[in-house]
C-alpha cells in the first residue's frame, strides 16, 4: 500500500484538489486497492472546512469527482504514517519539514517535481484561477502516478 499525503496552506483548494485528482487517476488505472491518499494544511486557519467551493467547481466540470474532505492540519505522526508527503509550494514544503521535525527518509516533495519543473503551484484563495491550478496539479499528478506505478 502506498500512502500519499497532499499538503498546502489551508487544506481547501490546492491539496484537496489533488486528493481529488490522484484518487480519479489511480481508479481510472484499477489500482485502489494499492493506494491510501489524504490531504491536511499546514495551518490552522481552515480546520473543519469542506473542499472550496472554486475546488469544487473546477473539479466537476473537468468530470472529477470531489472526495469528500474536512480540512485537518499536518502532524508530525503523518511524517511516520504516509510514504509521499507532496507540498504545493516553496512556503508548504518549509512549513512539513518544520511539522515532521525534518526530512531524515526523504519523503517531502513539491508536486512540481514529478510535471519535470520546478515552481510552486499557484494558490487559487489568492489568484482566483483554478483553471490554472487544475492544469498544474493535474500535470504533477499524471507525473506522480507515473512514478510511483515505475517503482510497484
Known amino acids: ?19 481529488s485528482v490522484l484518487t480519479y487517476l489511480v481508479n481510472q488505472h484499477g489500482l485502489s486497492d494499492c493506494f491510501t491518499i489524504a490531504s491536511a494544511a499546514t495551518s490552522r486557519e481552515e480546520i473543519g472546512n469542506p ?12 468530470g472529477i469527482p470531489v472526495v469528500p474532505h474536512r480540512a485537518v492540519q499536518m502532524t508530525a505522526r503523518d511524517y511516520k504514517e504516509y510514504d509521499y508527503l507532496i507540498g504545493m509550494d516553496s512556503a508548504n514544503i518549509r512549513n512539513m519539514t518544520r511539522i515532521a521535525g525534518g ?8 508536486l512540481t517535481a514529478f510535471a519535470g519543473r520546478s515552481g510552486d503551484i499557484a494558490d487559487p484563495w489568492y489568484t482566483g484561477d483554478f483553471d490554472e491550478t487544475y492544469d498544474d496539479v493535474m500535470a504533477g499528478c499524471q507525473g506522480l502516478l507515473q512514478y510511483l506505478m515505475e517503482r510497484m
Open 51 to 62: 473542499p472550496h467551493y472554486g475546488t469544487v467547481n473546477k473539479l466537476r466540470k473537468a
Open 103 to 110: 526530512d531524515p527518509e526523504g519523503k517531502i516533495y513539491k
Open 1 to 19: 500500500m502506498i500512502k500519499v499525503l497532499f499538503i498546502c496552506h489551508g487544506n481547501i483548494c490546492r491539496s484537496t484538489m489533488a486528493q
